[in-house]
Every structure is written in C-alpha cells, then in structure tokens.
C-alpha cells in the first residue's frame, strides 16, 4: 500500500493513465488534472473538482459504476434526468438528486428502508407531510420529526416509546395537552413538562418520586402549596420551601 501513495488510481484500484483516458484532449487544455480534478480518480475532491470545472460533462455521468461519480455528477447533471437516481442502489446518489428535484419526488421515499436516509428525508418536510413518518420504526426518524411537525400535530406522539423523542415532544406540545404528560414513565420527560407548566398547576407533580421535579414545584408553585414539601426527603427541595416560606412571612 506504501508503494501506491503518489498513484493516481481509480475506483477499483487500478493505476490511472492520461494516455489511456476519453478525456485526454480536455487534459491537454487544462479542463482536467491527474490527481487533482479527474473523473476517474477515486478520491471524492478530485470527482468534486472535475465536474466543477465541467458541469456539462455530468449528464454523461450518471449510470457511472462508481456511486461517487453519479453522486457528484448528480449535482451539476441536468434536473430532468434525474428522476431515475431516486432509486438508484446507493444513498448518497439519491440524496443528491432528491435535494435538487421537486419536493414530491422526496415524499415517494417516505418509506425508503434506509434509515438514515429516512431521517435526511425527515428534515425536508413539514407538517402533515411527517405525518406518516411519525410511528418510523428507527427513534431516530421520529426525534426529526418531533422537532419539526407542527405543535398541534405532536399529540399523537406522547406515547412514543423513547424518552428522548417524548422529551422533545413535551418541549413542543401546545400547552393545552401538558397534562396528558404529567405521569409520563420517564422522569426527564415529567421535569420538561413541570418546567412549562403553570404556576397553578406545576404543584400537581408535588409528590413526584424525582426530587428534581419536587424541586421545580417547591422553586414555582404559590407557597400555599408547598407545605408537604417541609420535609421533603431531599435537601434542596427543603431549602427552597424554607426560604421561600419565611420570605412570605416577612
């Protein structure tokens, strides 16, 4: 491997030679360069820089057999040929040609089996068009489209079986719906949810078992409702009680 550090060499492997390439009289003006700006180079910068200097070139380029070359030339290629690489065997190509293609080309994938894909995917929609990625099976899916879909859409996921996708939920969910949260499983979850509850309804989590929670009561609800909290078994809930009560008697 020492030996093939300065070769130029393809995608399989193979030593390039200008002689030898299609491309040879755009070399000789200066459109190309062996390890610099080459579309048989295997290294991506080199693709990169060579559809730059010739993005006429790309649409020839596009059933290349190296993934890269089609991803690359995908993105100077003409827009009308590239509906077919939406189904191309390699993420990378379809990514590339989804971000310059209509919208509705991207939502036909919706349910590509590629996760990762999925979740890049998840990042292009809004509102209802999420709407069927919001039971995806990969978390990861579900925590972009948590973050995105609209407020009033977010209850049909406080049920979610990942805390971290709840999390993001309780954080979004319109203010109304708070309290189909309050006995979530997850004590991460019930602090986001008491730390956007109201004042008058944040003392409805005082005998939370996360003193975490209990602390955010004692720190925000009226002082008539903290007094169970006087003995709390933890200190800093304690404290907070303490002082704000001799603080209302002053």
Not at 173 to 179: G, K, V
Not at 191 to 205: D, G, K, T, Y
Not at 217 to 234: G, N
Request: net charge neutral; proline share 7%; glycine share 2%.
């Amino acid at each position: 491997m020492v030996g093939n550090i300065d070769k130029a060499l393809d995608w399989e492997g193979n030593r390039l030679d200008c002689e030898t390439c299609v491309h040879l009289a755009l070399s000789e003006t200066g459109g190309c360069r062996l390890k610099h700006a080459c579309v048989n180079d295997r290294c991506p910068p080199s693709i990169e820089r060579f559809f730059e200097w010739n993005p006429d070139l790309a649409d020839g380029y596009l059933s290349h057999p190296h993934f890269e070359v089609r991803a690359i030339a995908a993105k100077s290629a003409n827009v009308f040929l590239l509906p077919p690489l939406i189904y191309d065997p390699n993420e990378k190509v379809q990514w590339n040609a989804i971000l310059r293609l209509p919208k509705r080309y991207a939502l036909q994938l919706r349910k590509h089996p590629n996760p990762e894909l999925r979740k890049q995917l998840a990042t292009l929609f809004d509102g209802e068009e999420l709407l069927p990625m919001a039971s995806d099976e990969y978390y990861y899916v579900r925590l972009v489209v948590a973050s995105r879909i609209e407020p009033l859409l977010l209850p049909r996921m406080v049920d979610d079986e990942e805390a971290e996708v709840r999390r993001v939920v309780a954080r979004r969910i319109p203010d109304e719906c708070l309290l189909r949260m309050i006995n979530d499983r997850d004590a991460s979850v019930r602090l986001e949810i008491a730390r956007r509850l109201s004042v008058q309804l944040v003392s409805l989590l005082q005998h939370d078992p996360d003193w975490r929670i209990r602390h955010e009561v004692a720190s925000r609800a009226p002082v008539t409702q903290i007094f169970s909290l006087v003995h709390d078994p933890h200190s800093l809930v304690r404290e907070v009680v303490s002082s704000r009560i001799a603080g209302d008697r002053r």
